[in-house]
């Protein structure tokens, strides 16, 4: 399974960020799997901030739910990332990562895009 990350490099503070993470190799409807961006922020760890089940249903971090939503689209395998009134503090590495629980660490997803760093700055 192959993940792809994509989206502006560059986004303006109180804007609105829109990634895209493309799969291949197996379906984003395949039973048990969710399909989650992480970030990490320079200097930092990474930093869980949601997912789309198998099912459909989305979870969210508490700390960014207010600003954030993530979708699918079946036929074209993809998930997708919003996140709203963006700030100079959401500047990081994005990555879409896919995993059977959300329960295991976060280093420990079976599949991993590259990343796409996406920076806040006016």
């Known amino acids: 399974v192959q993940l792809q990350e994509s989206g502006p490099g560059l986004v303006k503070p109180s804007q609105t960020l829109s990634l895209t993470c493309t799969v291949s190799g197996g379906s984003i409807t395949a039973n048990y799997y969710y399909w989650s961006w992480i970030r990490q922020p320079p200097g930092k760890g990474l930093e869980w901030v949601g997912a789309?089940?198998?099912?459909?249903?989305?979870y969210y971090s508490p700390s960014l739910k207010s600003r954030t939503s993530i979708s699918r689209d079946n036929a074209k395998n993809t998930v997708y990332l919003q996140m709203n009134s963006l700030k100079p503090e959401d500047t990081a590495v994005y990555y879409c990562?896919?995993?059977?629980?959300?329960?295991?660490?976060?280093?420990?997803?079976?599949?991993w895009g590259q990343g796409t760093q996406v920076t806040v700055s006016s």
């Open positions: 990562a896919a995993t059977q629980s959300l329960s295991v660490p976060r280093n420990n997803y079976d599949y």
């Open positions: 789309i089940a198998y099912s459909g249903s989305t």
